[in-house]
């Protein structure tokens, strides 16, 4: 349970950078922000594909398949709705709304998974759920306060970004629970192996997402493109490997080691670290420190992930035919 945690904690620290990359560059779409990290990510998966091949002969053309799914839906689609939601209504929103995960993906996985894991008693678990959600309350309160500061609040851009942020908890909240479905049932298989092979059924997509946005861009869809590389081509090439090297194969790698330690419910509780790392972010690039309620609100989300991983799951009795 402790290494566990511990890998949990690692892959909430890389995973924070995604929430940077499109502050940093503000210039680019988010569909090429996403396409770049993920080419990215599938030619880092390439060589390391090719020193593990022994292992991903052993995946099935069913392996494979979900791989794809996993990827499309916990890659693709997650980091498009949430670079939109960040280059729309700024970076501390969409952070405190990928905050409420583990909130959603612990309820859901109790639900869902009881009979596998064990379930969660609600009277133990409702406390430590209480107070991630004061702690995300309290962030948020201090956010909302900073952005109706700025003269050019757009209310109508800002509610796109919203929804946005919701679309990525949505997506995010199906991929940790089918992702340890698969690592469940192949309880044998190497994490590493299964990160490269998500790394690498990526590469087509970003490759035909890529090809799709030139395309679209040299036909008069979006002169301000710039492709191949857009305004800043070297920034951009950093970020994405950056991005792609650490946040997706070494963030992904981590999760999956977490997620055949920790029982589903409370690996999802462990998703905070993903949050107090990008707002960590998120504070040293706009140069300020902490406030008092900001403060507060980092000390209740911490609190309930301690809290929650003292909670021993309950077997549930298989129901009579």
Same mark, same amino acid.
Not at 19 to 25: E, G, N, Q, W, Y
Not at 161 to 184: H, K
């Given at each position: 349970?402790?290494?566990?945690?511990?890998?949990?904690?690692?892959a909430g620290l890389v995973w924070g950078l995604v929430f940077v990359a499109p502050l940093l560059l503000p210039q680019y779409s988010a569909?090429?922000?996403?396409?770049?990290?993920?080419?990215?990510?599938?030619?880092?998966?390439?060589?390391?594909?090719?020193?593990?091949?022994?292992?991903?002969?052993?995946?099935?053309?069913?392996?494979?398949?979900?791989?794809?799914?996993?990827?499309?839906?916990?890659?693709?689609?997650?980091?498009?709705?949430?670079?939109?939601?960040?280059?729309?209504?700024?970076?501390?929103?969409? &952070?405190?709304?990928?905050?409420?995960?583990?909130?959603?993906?612990?309820?859901?996985?109790?639900?869902?998974?009881?009979?596998?894991?064990?379930?969660?008693?609600?009277?133990?678990?409702?406390?430590?759920?209480?107070?991630?959600?004061?702690?995300?309350?309290?962030?948020?309160?201090?956010?909302l306060q900073h952005l109706r500061a700025e003269r050019d609040f757009d209310l109508a851009r800002y509610g796109s970004g919203l929804l946005?942020?919701?679309?990525?908890?949505?997506?995010?909240?199906?991929?940790?629970?089918?992702?340890?479905?698969?690592?469940?049932?192949?309880?044998?298989?190497?994490?590493?192996?299964?990160? &490269?092979?998500?790394?690498?059924?990526?590469?087509?997509?970003?490759?035909?997402?890529?090809?799709?946005?030139?395309?679209?861009?040299?036909?008069?869809?979006?002169?301000?493109?710039?492709?191949?590389?857009?305004? &800043?081509?070297?920034?951009?090439?950093?970020?994405?490997?950056?991005?792609?090297?650490?946040?997706?194969?070494?963030?992904?790698?981590?999760?999956?080691?977490?997620?055949q330690r920790v029982p589903t419910a409370l690996v999802g509780q462990l998703i905070v670290f993903e949050t107090l790392s990008a707002l960590?972010?998120?504070?040293?690039?706009?140069?300020?420190?902490?406030?008092?309620? &900001?403060?507060?609100?980092?000390?209740?989300?911490?609190?309930?992930?301690?809290?929650?991983?003292?909670?021993?799951?309950?077997?549930?009795?298989?129901?009579?035919?």
């Amino acid at each position: 349970m402790a290494l566990g945690v511990a890998f949990a904690l690692l892959a909430g620290l890389v995973w924070g950078l995604v929430f940077v990359a499109p502050l940093l560059l503000p210039q680019y779409s988010a569909a090429l922000l996403t396409c770049g990290r993920y080419l990215a990510f599938g030619l880092v998966a390439l060589p390391l594909g090719w020193f593990d091949r022994a292992r991903l002969r052993e995946f099935a053309p069913a392996d494979w398949l979900e791989a794809l799914k996993l990827s499309a839906v916990g890659n693709f689609l997650y980091y498009l709705c949430l670079a939109a939601a960040i280059q729309r209504a700024g970076g501390p929103l969409p &952070t405190m709304v990928i905050g409420t995960l583990p909130v959603v993906i612990a309820i859901s996985s109790n639900l869902r998974d009881a009979r596998r894991d064990g379930r969660l008693p609600w009277m133990k678990l409702l406390p430590s759920l209480g107070l991630i959600a004061a702690g995300i309350a309290c962030v948020n309160q201090v956010e909302l306060q900073h952005l109706r500061a700025e003269r050019d609040f757009d209310l109508a851009r800002y509610g796109s970004g919203l929804l946005l942020a919701v679309g990525a908890v949505v997506c995010w909240t199906w991929y940790p629970m089918r992702n340890a479905d698969w690592l469940r049932a192949h309880a044998d298989r190497n994490p590493r192996s299964w990160a &490269t092979a998500q790394g690498l059924v990526t590469l087509p997509l970003a490759v035909l997402g890529y090809g799709a946005l030139w395309l679209w861009s040299a036909f008069g869809g979006d002169p301000g493109l710039s492709m191949p590389l857009g305004p &800043t081509p070297q920034r951009y090439v950093l970020l994405m490997l950056a991005v792609g090297l650490l946040a997706s194969w070494v963030g992904t790698l981590c999760w999956n080691e977490a997620s055949q330690r920790v029982p589903t419910a409370l690996v999802g509780q462990l998703i905070v670290f993903e949050t107090l790392s990008a707002l960590g972010y998120a504070l040293l690039l706009r140069g300020v420190w902490p406030d008092a309620l &900001t403060l507060a609100g980092i000390a209740l989300l911490v609190a309930g992930v301690l809290r929650a991983v003292r909670i021993k799951p309950v077997p549930v009795s298989p129901s009579p035919p």
